[in-house]
């Protein structure tokens, strides 16, 4: 396995932290070359966030709020909709969180789970580990221009004709990154107010269907082009409830990142479930049939509750839903780059901060621009690979979980997952399993006249060659500082 540059060489078996008081993470080890993540000290003279805003942006960066979940309730009717999205965080989201809450409090890196599993398995499957993550973002990142047009042209069709459309999905990208660029402070307070935006219009939905209940029971609704049936609704649930880890790459600009993540990540699947379910809850008491629902349709079905003024707080709920997951989200992948650069694995380029917000200013460029080649692939398509993809990362951060609690059992951990190592292996077994629904689902979409499976099969594979091309062009890692430049809040 390469070893990246001098700075960089780290040991064989890492020692716990906690066993090496005021020690140098940047400085070789003479053991062996295991490389142990960067310092995660950020510069105290800089702002960082607390508790409530990253709530905020880890639930755009996983949710968004109700919007996207249409089609569950099409393929499974209400009652089995409603058992999947409350027993899909319990199998899914849960066992993330804790996995994330112990990993991120002992080790609040800058990059994360990347910084995470190049700890614990090495170069290599670090490297695979951001491949991963940033290859799904691909295919996550078009998902959410794509539905902010699809509410858009609820309110206005004028955008459904032509390119119009995709011109508007393109603004987002460009509008999104000039706002990251901006810095993560401006972000995570975006966030927080879009939250209280987009959460009105579903609060008034919950308030006002008790008092209509069966009266929908015969309502006329447009025609569903959807053909989700309830493997497909699973698969959508599972893609409405990841992304728990994204919010883990900006660990050194989170105000105590050991207390903060914890709660946050509980608190965040609990407001994510309840947004997910109460909604959906409501609408089944006034008899609407389930086989009106389909992506982009609970603008019409708010217009049939509450009238025009609620049709069009949802489709502007809807848009800024799609705007905030967007934003959030350019935030957390441009920190993989930025990461790996200052570890030496990435040219240098990568890691430069805009002198300013100190935001990775290359990296977003860079990303942006390849979102914006996929903005034209369909909705379901877009889930199936990304649920592929980020589920394979994901299964080497459970890996590296374990891996961490056999070879650094005296690693601090302010947040433990219980019931020891048996604990910490056996909490990945239930996200694994639903990810091979993802897999057989894979099976049926066509990208490029192959399979999704054979597509996202190939990807993975490019991330092998990839690393071997790095290796070849830099055998000891491109030139990384010594001193590892933090980014702002």
């Known amino acids: 396995m390469a070893t990246v540059s001098a700075p960089r060489q780290q040991l064989e078996n890492p020692q716990p932290l906690a066993a090496v008081p005021n020690r140098n993470l940047n400085a070789p080890n003479p053991i062996g070359p295991n490389p142990i993540a960067p310092n995660p000290i950020a510069p105290k003279k800089f702002v960082r966030l607390t508790l409530w805003p990253l709530v905020a942006a880890t639930f755009f960066m996983v949710s968004g709020g109700t919007y996207g979940t249409e089609d569950i309730v099409h393929g499974a009717g209400y009652g089995r909709a409603i058992l999947i999205l409350l ?17 991120s409090s002992a080790l609040p890196y800058e990059g994360g789970y990347y910084a995470w599993v190049r700890r614990a398995m090495g170069n290599f499957w670090g490297f695979q580990e951001a491949w991963l993550s940033l290859v799904a973002s691909i295919f996550d990142m078009a998902i959410y221009p794509t539905l902010f047009v699809a509410y858009l042209t609820r309110m206005f069709p004028w955008f459904q ?3 119009r459309g995709w011109w508007v999905a393109l603004a987002v990208v460009i509008a999104c990154a000039v706002l990251n660029i901006a810095g993560v402070k401006v972000v995570s307070l975006t966030s927080l107010w879009l939250f209280f935006a987009l959460s009105a219009p579903f609060v008034a939905i919950v308030l006002i269907a008790p008092f209509k209940i069966g009266a929908l029971a015969n309502a006329v609704t447009k025609p569903t082009t959807s053909s989700v049936d309830i493997l497909g609704g699973l698969l959508i649930c599972m893609w409405n409830y990841m992304g728990w880890d994204n919010a883990s790459t900006i660990a050194t600009e989170v105000e105590k990142p050991q207390r903060t993540y914890p709660r946050a990540m509980l608190v965040a699947v609990c407001i994510v479930a309840v947004s997910y379910v109460l909604p959906f809850a409501a609408m089944w008491m006034t008899g609407l049939t389930s086989t009106a629902w389909e992506t982009g349709s609970w603008a019409d079905i708010a217009g049939l509750l509450g009238g ?4 069009i707080g949802v489709v502007l709920g809807g848009i800024i839903s799609a705007f905030g997951m967007f934003n959030a989200l350019v935030m957390s992948y441009s920190r993989l780059p930025l990461a790996m650069a200052q570890d030496g694995m990435l040219p240098g380029i990568f890691a430069k901060l805009q002198k300013k917000s100190r935001a990775p200013w290359v990296a977003i460029i860079a990303l942006a621009t390849c979102w914006a080649m996929c903005l034209g692939l369909g909705f379901a398509r877009l889930v199936t690979l990304d649920i592929l993809l980020y589920g394979f990362s994901l299964l080497l951060e459970f890996v590296a979980l374990a ?57 993975i594979a490019a991330g092998f060659v990839a690393y071997g091309i790095n290796h070849l062009l830099k055998p000891h890692g491109w030139a990384a500082s010594t001193e590892k430049p933090q980014p702002a809040a």
């Open 87 to 103: 027993l899909t965080p319990l199998l899914w989201s849960l066992p993330t969180a804790f996995m994330i809450g112990e990993l």
């Open 161 to 163: 004709q032509g390119n």
């Open 308 to 311: 025009p003024l609620l049709r």
């Open 403 to 459: 891996v961490l609690r056999f070879r650094e059992p005296e690693l601090v951990r302010p947040f433990r997952v219980p019931g020891g190592l048996f604990g910490a292996i056996a909490i990945g077994i239930p996200p694994m399993l639903l990810l091979a629904f993802s897999i057989i689902r894979s099976e049926h979409e066509q990208v490029w006249n192959m399979s999704s499976f054979a597509f996202g099969m190939i990807l």
